[in-house]
C-alpha cells in the first residue's frame, strides 16, 4: 500500500479547479514542471490517468471525476486533523471567489485579518462573474465566494443589501452628444441587468469587460460611468446622482455543500464580519 502525499492531493484539486497546469502552479506557489511532476506521480501511485490533457484544457478523466470528491475529503479531514493537533490553532488551505467589483474593497482587509487571527491559514482567490462563481462552487472547485445575484441561493447567507450607485470620475463630463458612455461587465451580470432598463437617456457601452480593474481604470480616467454597490466605491470615484435611482442588490457568500473544514469556517466568519 502506499501513501499518498496531501500536497499531491491539493495539487490534483487545483489543477481539477483550473483546468490548467500554469495556472494551477500559479496558485499554489510552484512552477508549471512541478505541477506536472505531482500529478504525474499521483497518476503512478494510483495507476491510472485523472486528466486528458490537450493544447488548449485539461479536463477529468472518469477516474479523475471519482477521485475528486474523495480526495477533497481526505484534505479537509487532514486540515481538520492539523487544527484539533495545535490546539485550536486553524490551519489548512481555502480556496475562495470574489466577484470582480468586491475586490479592491474587500481582500486587503480579509488579508490583514487572516494573519492577526488565523495565521495558519491559505487562502486562494479566484475572481470573476458572480454566475461563474457560483457554478465552481457547486461543482466543488471553490470552498466559498461572495457574489451578488437577485435571489439568495441556497447554501447562501446574506451579508448586505446595499443600494446600487451610478460612478463616475469626479471630473467626469457628459459628452456632448448626450449619448451615455457605460463601462459595464459582459451579459450575466447583476449590476448590468439592474442599471440598463432605468435608463431614460441614450446610452452606449463604451467598455465591456471582465476585469473589474479594466473598467475602474477607464472610470477613473473619465472616459466612462459603472455600477457599483454603495460601500465598495473607492476614493478616486464618487457617485452620480444626475442619473435615475437604482434599486438595492444582495451581496450573499455561497458555501459548498458537504460541509465547510475549520478552515474555511474561519474564512467565512472573517468574511461575514468585513461586512
Same mark, same amino acid.
Given at each position: 500500500?502506499?501513501?499518498?502525499?496531501?500536497?499531491?492531493?491539493? +495539487? =490534483?484539486?487545483?489543477?481539477a479547479a483550473e483546468r490548467s497546469f500554469s495556472r494551477a502552479a500559479m496558485r499554489l506557489g510552484c512552477s508549471q514542471a512541478t505541477m506536472s511532476q505531482r500529478i504525474l506521480q499521483l497518476e503512478s501511485l494510483l495507476g491510472v490517468a485523472l486528466f486528458r490533457r490537450d493544447y488548449h484544457d485539461v479536463t477529468l478523466t472518469p477516474a479523475g471525476q471519482d477521485l475528486r470528491a474523495e480526495a477533497q475529503a481526505v484534505v479537509d479531514a487532514h486540515d481538520g486533523l492539523i487544527a484539533r493537533v495545535t490546539r485550536g490553532r486553524v490551519a489548512g488551505g481555502v480556496r475562495l471567489g470574489i466577484a470582480e467589483d468586491y475586490v479592491l474593497p474587500m481582500l486587503p482587509q480579509l488579508w490583514r485579518a487572516l494573519r492577526q487571527r488565523?495565521?495558519?491559514?491559505?487562502? +486562494?482567490?479566484?475572481?470573476?462573474?458572480?454566475?461563474?462563481?457560483?457554478?465552481?462552487?457547486? $461543482?466543488?472547485?471553490?470552498?466559498?465566494?461572495?457574489?451578488t445575484l437577485p435571489e439568495i441561493l441556497p447554501m447562501a447567507r446574506v451579508l448586505t443589501k446595499p443600494p446600487l450607485l451610478w460612478v463616475a470620475a #469626479?471630473? =467626469?463630463?457628459? #459628452?456632448?452628444?448626450?449619448?451615455? #458612455?457605460?463601462?459595464? =461587465? #459582459?451579459? /450575466?451580470?447583476?449590476?448590468?441587468?439592474? $442599471? !440598463?432598463?432605468?435608463?431614460?437617456?441614450?446610452?452606449? !457601452?463604451?467598455?465591456?469587460? $471582465?476585469? /473589474?480593474?479594466v473598467i475602474h481604470a477607464a472610470v477613473v480616467a473619465g472616459l466612462a460611468v459603472t455600477v457599483m454597490a454603495a460601500g465598495t466605491v473607492p476614493q478616486d470615484l464618487a457617485p452620480l446622482t444626475s442619473l435615475p435611482d437604482l434599486p438595492p442588490t444582495c451581496i450573499q457568500i455561497v458555501t459548498r455543500a458537504q460541509g465547510l473544514s475549520p478552515a474555511a469556517e474561519a474564512v467565512r466568519t472573517l468574511v461575514e464580519g468585513l461586512w
Open positions: 500500500m502506499h501513501d499518498i502525499d496531501t500536497k499531491l492531493l491539493r +495539487s =490534483f484539486l487545483t489543477v488565523v495565521p495558519g491559514v491559505e487562502i +486562494s482567490v479566484l475572481t470573476g462573474l458572480s454566475g461563474d462563481l457560483c457554478r465552481q462552487v457547486e $461543482a466543488r472547485s471553490l470552498d466559498m465566494a461572495v457574489v #469626479p471630473a =467626469f463630463e457628459m #459628452p456632448e452628444d448626450g449619448v451615455l #458612455p457605460l463601462a459595464l =461587465f #459582459p451579459e /450575466g451580470c447583476a449590476f448590468r441587468t439592474a $442599471a !440598463l432598463p432605468r435608463l431614460t437617456q441614450p446610452y452606449r !457601452l463604451a467598455l465591456v469587460s $471582465a476585469s /473589474g480593474q
